[in-house]
């Protein structure tokens, strides 16, 4: 499972918490979401409201692939 290292960029100053409040999720599954874990597209777009992005940059393939290519 990859991080998701551009969502906690996104973040910024911002705690998990903060975000998790702002989304209308838990802390924890917001947590669960920066790890790489399960991620539905109506979260996704409670996230990416939030923190002001578009959503559709957590399925962006290129996205994942730039994040595997850092890691390897």
Do not use: C, H, P
Request: avoid cysteine; aromatic fraction near 10%; glycine fraction near 6%.
């Amino acid at each position: 499972m990859e991080k998701r290292l551009w969502l906690i960029e996104k973040r910024g100053k911002l705690t998990q918490s903060q975000v998790a409040i702002l989304s209308g999720i838990s802390r924890t599954a917001y947590s669960n979401i920066e790890n790489g874990r399960g991620l539905s597209v109506a979260v996704a777009k409670k996230i990416a409201s939030a923190l002001k992005f578009d959503w559709k940059i957590f399925f962006d393939q290129k996205r994942f692939d730039m994040n595997q290519n850092k890691t390897a």
